[in-house]
């Protein structure tokens, strides 16, 4: 009669699990850094993993602003994608939307 309390029980102890892990993937991401190039080589941007911008720098005198956006955007996406693989690597194949 009371079976399915024990599977809840554990459901919830693994829920919990779960968010501590990704509690702490997320300080450990928001203390990395990310770099994103652009492609011609001018602009170099880095963002932190809560994607934060921390500094753009110029390569060259003669940068468009599509060089930062095109560096900016790459870091972006490099902190994104590790920080999905890191959540899938705590939650496996839990869909967990809204994190990131």
């Known amino acids: ?9 554990k459901m919830m102890q693994q829920a919990k699990e779960i968010k501590k892990n990704v509690e702490e993937m997320k300080k450990k ?12 080589g001018k602009v170099i941007a880095v963002v932190s993993g809560d994607f934060q911008l ?7 005198a003669d940068v468009a602003e599509n060089d930062v956006f095109e560096a900016v955007n790459t870091a972006l996406e490099t902190a994104r994608n590790e920080a999905q693989a890191k959540l899938q690597e705590i939650a496996g194949p839990l869909n967990v939307p809204g994190l990131f």
């Open 1 to 9: 009669m009371f079976g399915g309390l024990g599977d809840l029980a």
């Open 29 to 40: 991401l928001s203390e990395s850094e990310f770099s994103g190039l652009s492609s011609n």
């Open 54 to 60: 921390k500094s753009v720098k110029f390569q060259a």
